[in-house]
């Protein structure tokens, strides 16, 4: 479990997690967190997409999960990735959406879980944006579920130019705020400056969200140049 989502609807938010790992097996300890803090959803990515010889197609798909390990409603999560959207017709749209929907229901099958929620997880841009918000809708229209779908920084900022995707909710991913690889000082998973200059007028945002935010560290390793 690598962040967790505070939901923002109550005066004492309810906690989540995200499991982002293909093969999870999670631990005990992870359990007994996740009870600690009095944990309701997992929200599970079950697979990638990206495009393969010119299509969009299924990479690292979920294995080795037992849904029983812990006590939890689970929502599927799907990252896409932005080039899956920029050359895509209406019916490849629409393929798309029942393709996804059609792998989403054969892991929960095979895992045993039932969900009424899928987010989708993808850092649109105003070049994809009309294609991937066809897709949102194609998704809903087939799946008979909540939607939902995860919201970078620069897409609250420029919303005008990103636009607001037709989901259910959204999830704000308050994390990974810079490039860990540049020589700077300031704190690449969570800069708090730049949050606040991104979010300024997050209140004013027209959907009902939760905030994820990070669970984990990095380090960045460099080779020294030689004398």
Avoid at 124 to 152: C, E, G
Wanted: net charge negative; with cysteine.
């Amino acid at each position: 479990m690598v962040f967790f989502v505070l939901s923002c609807e109550k005066p004492n938010p309810e906690t989540s997690f995200y499991i982002w790992k293909s093969n999870p097996n999670l631990t005990s300890n992870e359990v007994e967190f996740f009870q600690k803090t009095q944990g309701k959803n997992l929200y599970l990515r079950v697979f990638d997409v990206d495009i393969d010889q010119g299509r969009p197609a299924p990479k690292a798909i979920l294995k080795n999960f037992d849904s029983k390990f812990i006590d939890a409603d689970y929502i599927p999560v799907v990252f896409i990735t932005n080039d899956s959207f920029k050359y895509l017709s209406n019916s490849d749209n629409q393929e798309l959406a029942q393709n996804i929907f059609k792998l989403v229901n054969e892991i929960a099958s095979e895992f045993d879980f039932d969900y009424q929620e899928i987010q989708i997880d993808c850092d649109w841009t105003a070049t994809t944006r009309d294609d991937f918000f066809s897709f949102l809708k194609n998704l809903s229209k087939v799946s008979q579920k909540n939607i939902s779908s995860t919201l970078r920084l620069h897409q609250v900022k420029y919303r005008q130019q990103t636009g607001i995707p037709p989901v259910d909710k959204v999830y704000l991913m308050a994390y990974a705020t810079s490039n860990p690889t540049e020589d700077q000082d300031i704190n690449s998973i969570l800069d708090q400056n730049l949050l606040m200059d991104y979010l300024q007028n997050i209140n004013d945002y027209p959907l009902d969200f939760d905030i994820a935010l990070p669970l984990y560290s990095w380090a960045i390793v460099t080779n020294a140049p030689r004398s």
